[in-house]
């Protein structure tokens, strides 16, 4: 057996076990988290280097965004790329022209031909993105403080090279994902059945039994909406993959985290809590209260800072994400409800996630499989199905799983 | 004491109602019955004759046979330990091999077990992991191979 503790394991359904092992392909590992936080330091320390164009203007510098909530996702999880949102707040008068701004702070990073980032930077119109040889990317987005505004409030910089467009716009990052973090609800159970399902998968399940919550668990371990969030947003990275999307804008994860905020209680079920989640976005997608007759969500920290200044574009774009979330929740509901096979399972999930995390998922929970077998904990229902409700048949007194468990063997002949 | 093959029909009544006695000659019993582990139906067929007392059997010899008789295993060389896993080849028909369920040279099983206890859920689980087989090309089920070596002794590989 390979299983050192035999059981009782935690009782988790099926389906919020596939999301399980979905969510844990499609994040980031510890390593990425250490290595996106090394390069953006050194990318901010580059900006203020000896000689260079912002030398000595560089206050402060930190994640927003997923990173600074916990629902970063690889951007490509075959590639295990990843995209870092960086605030990177700079001693400039806040009403600087902001193609100055940008234009310096891209200056700042190229450097000279010979130096460390030359040629991996390209100016966009609020950032400035560095690329690195491995596909991720670290965005840059420069903000000057306001004065007399809570603290870290400030302008960003907004200027389009090819319509001339420029303003800045009030925003404050860091104070949303301040209060995200402490607004969003954590939940041991969660963790222990989140952290159960990884160990069942890989055979080591005793620990789980054995370990309290640690302190040091990221956020998305303990809480089943930052897990749901990860799972929306890798649900809409799939759906705009689409080539007839491929220029569209996506729906920002900071307007979905903002909704997610105010999306009632947590369920207990994963699946549940990615459902509550878009349907939460859903409803706020109905409300159309902001220009453009779309809906319009704020920062709850700091409500100049209009999260949805720029998605959704018009009805259309609002629309075609609803009919996106209808479509997950569909789906998940099937996942939940229907008596589906270990295939029809991997197609739903290749749909809603993508290939490599659904084989991910099917690969994992036959190793999960295996490990109760090999517990002897495999139980079957009527037939033989497997992850059946088998209260009936213990009820009449049957066994539901095996008396021990067995090795398979085989190869040669048997005499006949 | 091994279980008589009464004992064993008995049990297999209780337990798997569905599986139906297709035969009972002196110690043997044949049953044929529908295992579904994850969608598809499989038709099974499980034989078993008990060892007579003083009769001089191995526990790979006298083991119960399973073959999966409708829809028939799907022979994948290509697929990890095709062209199919954990099977033992039938020389009277290719393509109804035995499913290899348990290590005889672990003690696994004997004639004192009830097939309707062990053998049908172990085989049970075998299609499970033969159905994920056939979607992810590769045996998640676990097991070892037993190979011989160049002077005929058995080998065993973990896999």
Redesign the interface.
Known sequence: MNVAYPGPWAQISEADALLMDVARRIRLSKTKYETAETNFRALCQHVDREGSPLQGKVVECYPSGSFATGTAIASRVAKNQHDVDVVIELDVPSDSPPSVILGLLFEAINGDPDSRYHGMVTQNSRCVTVKYTDGTTVDLMPVARLAGQPERAGNLFHYKKDTGETFHKPVNPWAFAKEFNQRVEVDEAFYKSFAGRRLLVEGTLEKAETQPLPDHVPAEEKSPRVVALQLIKRNRDIAFRAAARRNMRKPPSVVLAAIALDAGPVASSLVDEVINVANAIRTKLREKTGTRRAVAVRNPAYPPDLLTDRWPENEEAQALFDADLRRLTIELYRLRNEDLSISENGEILKRLFGETAASYAIDSNLDARRHQMEAGQLQAGRFGKIGASVAASAAAGMRTSPVRAATREGGGFLKE | MSKSIEQQIGAMA??WP?FKLMEKIDQSATWEG????????HLVRVHYRVPMVLENFTV??M?P?VQVIRPKLEPHAEYEQGPI????????DPSLP?????????G??DVN?LL???T???A??????Y??WL??K?W?????????TTDGAKQ?ETV
């Open positions: 209780f337990q569905h529908v295992l579904a582990p994850d969608k598809r139906e790979l010899d083991q046979r896993p954990h099977v033992y080849k039938s020389k009277l035995y499913l290899c369920l348990f290590s005889p040279s672990l696994e099983w077990d309707a206890e062990t049908i859920f172990w049970n689980e075998w299609l499970y992991f159905e994920g979607i992810t590769k998640r089920g676990g097991g070892r191979h037993p190979s011989l065993l």
